[in-house]
């Protein structure tokens, strides 16, 4: 998505649009709660994500 210049707040849109009900529901209240920086919001949502979702080599 970088090569695209796809914009943080469209990457949210986009993620929470695909995930599943749970983390949907949390991917939500991130986006509502960082609403004035989209930047931050997606940061917080990945580091959620690599935390229940993570590979199991790390």
């Keep these: 998505m970088n090569e695209l210049k796809v914009q943080p ?7 929470v649009n695909n995930l599943g009900t749970e983390s949907q529901m949390w ?3 991130m986006r ?3 609403a004035s920086d989209p930047k931050l919001g997606l940061k917080l949502i990945w580091e959620r994500l690599d935390h229940y979702y993570g590979s ?3």
């Design 9 to 15: 707040s469209e990457k949210i849109h986009f993620l």
């Design 27 to 29: 991917a939500e209240s």
């Design 32 to 34: 509502a709660s960082c």
């Design 56 to 58: 199991a080599e790390k």
